[in-house]
């Protein structure tokens, strides 16, 4: 039979609470008291406890770019090499797994991409959506930029044999190109390459990967 506490066994701050003190032995000190939890009592958070293979997992799921192991490891607080080790297990989980989506490495870094089969269905959206193209001037230029980085803007207007300043500024401005340093020849004019966006936004691992020049302009 558990007996009821009287007013002589409560603390004077318990007794004007009216709260009955919690044994002892049972989380709180002689006087039945409660204390505040330290830092090292606090649960850790639900994040915390998942294995590191699924926090990089939600962090790729919700980026809307390619990340690095770098960057991965900087955001969780882990080590490059356990972030590289979780990257190699969620890509073979991914790999081996049916449906329409594929985690790819691209731009130096590692993304979410939907599998080739389902590209058709991507461009009924966005043609439904109505998004922002590139013009077919502004995707030669960046072509040019592309296979012939660094170039100045003299050399890419003598290639196409019109003006390009707007469409470099256009460009520059979709985080496509970028300005990359000055070229020796008098005058010291601006040379522009590729970003890390473009890899990224055109699915490349890396410029290595662009297709063969020759090949292109020899298909029918």
Do not use: C
């Not at 770019?65 to 960057?71: I, N």
């Not at 991409?113 to 960046?142: C, I, Y």
Request: overall charge negative; proline content about 8%.
């Amino acid at each position: 039979m558990i007996e009821k506490a009287s007013d002589a066994d409560l603390d004077p701050a318990d007794k004007d609470a009216g709260r009955v003190p919690t044994p002892e032995g049972e989380g709180a000190p002689a006087g039945g008291r409660r204390l505040p939890l330290s830092a090292e009592q606090v649960p850790p958070a639900e994040g915390d406890e998942a294995p590191l293979s699924h926090r990089v997992e939600a962090l790729l799921f919700a980026s809307g770019q390619a990340l690095t192991p770098a960057r991965l490891a900087s955001v969780l607080g882990a080590e490059v090499v356990a972030v590289k080790h979780a990257l190699a297990e969620l890509m073979t989980a991914w790999q081996n797994r049916e449906g329409a989506v594929d985690l790819v490495e691209i731009a130096g870094g590692f993304r979410f991409l939907t599998r080739s089969g389902f590209h058709a269905d991507l461009a009924g959206l966005r043609k439904q959506s109505g998004p922002e193209r590139l013009s077919p001037a502004a995707l030669e230029t960046l072509a040019v930029v592309a296979y012939r980085q660094p170039i100045t803007r003299a050399d890419v207007e003598a290639v196409r044999g019109v003006q390009v300043g707007p469409l470099l500024r256009l460009l520059i401005d979709r985080d496509l190109i970028k300005i990359a340093g000055r070229a020796s020849e008098p005058g010291h004019p601006l040379l522009y390459a590729t970003t890390k966006r473009f890899l990224d936004h055109f699915g490349l691992k890396s410029l290595k990967a662009l297709p063969d020049l020759k090949e292109l302009l020899d298909s029918p």
